[in-house]
Structure formats: structure tokens, C-alpha cells
């Protein structure tokens, strides 16, 4: 069965950082393209960024623009969301998801497989 997990949420002040990992079991993740996204509460699910297999993006929403940055590490089959300078308003369940073709065609509104979301919570 193919799955995603999100790994590295949690409590921090704002300012602070965080980095989120995204890895996979049942497939290789290598060859997929994959999505960070994000929902906070009463909010629609909002597309971050995408990285394709061969690590291009496709940039970021004026919203994380400057402060999040999104890289693979397919050695270790890892894709990672480094996020900087958090601000309350980036409280919220982050996910990963995979796109089956390798240059983020599906995102975001065609996402074959998600993880179940790893909660980031931004406060003093």
C-alpha cells in the first residue's frame, strides 16, 4: 500500500523555524513529483509548493514567499519543507502529497496519494 508521512510539526514561537519531512513506504518516491500543502481551521487547503523528480519547483504563494523552501533528498527518499520566520498565520495541519508524474503536472488540484497531515502550531 502506497503511503505518505509527514514528520518535524510542533509547537513554536513566531520567528522561529522549522523543518518538515515528507517520506513514503510502498513506492519510490524518487520518481514522483510531490506537494506541500496546508489547511488551517475554516480555511480551504492551500498549495505551497511543488518539486518535481528532478528537484525543479514551481514556486511559492505570496503567503510563504521568501520564507519557505521546499528540496529533495532522493537518496534518502525524502522530501523536505524548510519553513523560516513562522508567523501565527502559518498555524496549521501541513501535507505532503505525490503527483505519479515527475513535473508536478498534477498540482495541485490532481494529487494522486496524501499523507495525513503533521500539525504546525505558531505561538507564544
Known amino acids: 500500500q502506497l503511503q505518505l508521512v509527514e514528520s518535524g510539526g510542533g509547537l513554536v514561537q513566531p520567528g522561529g523555524s522549522l523543518r518538515l519531512s515528507c517520506a513514503a513506504s510502498g513506492f519510490a518516491l524518487d520518481s514522483y513529483s510531490i506537494g506541500w500543502f496546508r489547511q488551517a481551521p475554516g480555511k480551504e487547503r492551500e498549495g505551497l509548493s511543488c518539486i518535481s523528480s528532478r528537484g525543479g519547483n514551481t514556486g511559492y504563494p505570496d503567503s510563504v514567499l521568501g520564507r519557505f523552501i521546499i528540496s529533495r533528498d532522493n537518496a534518502r527518499h525524502t522530501v523536505y519543507l524548510q519553513m523560516n520566520s513562522l508567523k501565527p498565520e502559518d498555524t496549521a495541519v501541513y501535507y505532503c502529497?505525490?503527483?505519479?508524474?515527475?513535473?508536478?503536472?498534477?498540482?495541485?488540484?490532481?494529487?494522486?496519494?496524501w499523507g495525513k497531515g503533521t500539525l504546525v502550531t505558531v505561538s507564544s
Open positions: 502529497a505525490a503527483d505519479t508524474g515527475r513535473y508536478c503536472s498534477g498540482y495541485p488540484y490532481g494529487m494522486n496519494y
